[in-house]
């Protein structure tokens, strides 16, 4: 059993904890952990999988038991609500101001699939995110932290979210279903590729495939982000039309 202090966990305490170890939060829908990991309770060390076990906010979606004796499990949310719930109190730790307001202007925007206004709401979102988050946290050192802010955007509405999509060509970043339409994302860094290979990435590679044939339309983005100019400098859009 877990120990009271697992039980009465708040989410600020996770939170806090998860955002000091700079969590890539795109991982928490299908982090992988050994069986011995998910037991221990100690609280000076206890392994970010665990923590989120004992405490509910993940739970086990799939255990593999090779030949070996060696056992895996893959874990994920429990429910939407809980993506959501949890989602909803981390955009605050990833520099995010008025979450709430930017989630139902994110909602409202789906809602009528408005691309132009997804970019723009979109470039404004990281350009709130403050210069002093930047300075002082590790995580805005590398592209994970992009990857986070735009993952956890879009899952703190509970929305349908699949995180590097296996296709036959590769995994797509995110794919997003809502409202009978299908958004497949590509997120690239322009220091360290070319401008404009997000989105030829998708096609090039056949991400959208596996969506076809469900007579929905589906939207292949491409999203470029500088490090220096700390901002979305690229989204390219291409809807491929219901066949």
Excluded at 126 to 131: G, I, N, R, T
């Amino acid at each position: 059993f877990a120990p009271y202090w697992f039980e009465s966990a708040t989410p600020t305490f996770l939170v806090d904890l998860l955002s000091e170890r700079g969590v890539f939060t795109p991982r928490l829908d299908a982090m992988q952990t050994e069986a011995e990991l998910l037991g221990r309770f100690d609280v000076e060390g206890i392994a970010t999988e665990a923590l989120l076990f004992q405490t509910g906010y993940l739970t086990v979606h799939a255990v593999e038991e090779p030949m070996t004796g060696y056992w895996l499990y893959t874990l994920g949310y429990p429910n939407r609500e809980v993506k959501s719930s949890l989602n909803q109190a981390l955009l605050p730790a990833l520099g995010v101001a008025e979450s709430p307001r930017q989630r139902l202007s994110l909602f409202r925007i789906l809602q009528v699939h408005d691309l132009d206004a997804l970019e723009v709401h979109l470039k404004a979102l990281f350009a709130s995110l403050p210069h002093d988050w930047y300075r002082n946290n590790p995580i805005a050192r590398y592209e994970g932290h992009y990857a986070s802010v735009f993952y956890s955007h879009f899952a703190a509405l509970g929305l349908r979210i699949s995180v590097e999509d296996s296709s036959h060509m590769g995994k797509v970043d995110m794919a997003v279903e809502f409202g009978g339409h299908v958004y497949v994302f590509e997120f690239k860094v322009v220091e360290q590729v070319p401008q404009g290979r997000a989105l030829q990435q998708i096609k090039d590679r056949g991400y959208a495939d596996k969506y076809r044939g469900r007579g929905q339309p589906i939207h292949l983005i491409g999203v470029e982000f500088s490090r220096e100019q700390r901002q979305v400098v690229g989204f390219e859009v291409e809807t491929v039309p219901v066949a």
